[in-house]
């Protein structure tokens, strides 16, 4: 199992990012697909969840609103969308999947002015 996450940089805020996330190893079309983040000092947040049927997605409160979770299936790939971000975005941004217990190397997102 592996994730390759990409997309990451540094913005001011207000501005936006997408993640990208390519899986590989299993079989992609049958897991929920997680984001989840890392702030410096702090632990691993769960940001947006994406079922693997129908597209039932779930996000954190903080940023409900402002991120959208999307997958296509035919490219093995989970996508995030960050609009209006916020420095207390700032993260290393990575994807999983339940109940793999296996870590990429993550993507640096910047907010700053």
């Known amino acids: 199992v592996q994730f390759v996450e990409s997309g990451g940089g540094s913005v001011q805020p207000g501005g936006s990012l997408r993640l990208s996330c390519v899986a590989s190893g299993f079989d992609f079309s049958a897991y929920t697909m997680n984001w989840y983040r890392q702030a410096p000092g702090k632990g691993r947040e769960l940001v947006a969840v994406?079922?693997?049927?129908?597209?039932?997605?779930y996000y954190v409160d903080s940023v409900k609103g402002r991120f959208t979770i999307s997958r296509d299936n035919a490219k093995n790939t989970v996508y995030l969308q960050m609009n209006s971000l916020k420095p207390e975005d700032t993260a290393v941004y990575y994807c999983a999947a339940s109940p793999f217990d296996a870590w990429g190397q993550g993507t640096q997102v910047t907010v700053s002015s």
């Open positions: 994406i079922g693997n049927v129908g597209g039932a997605t």
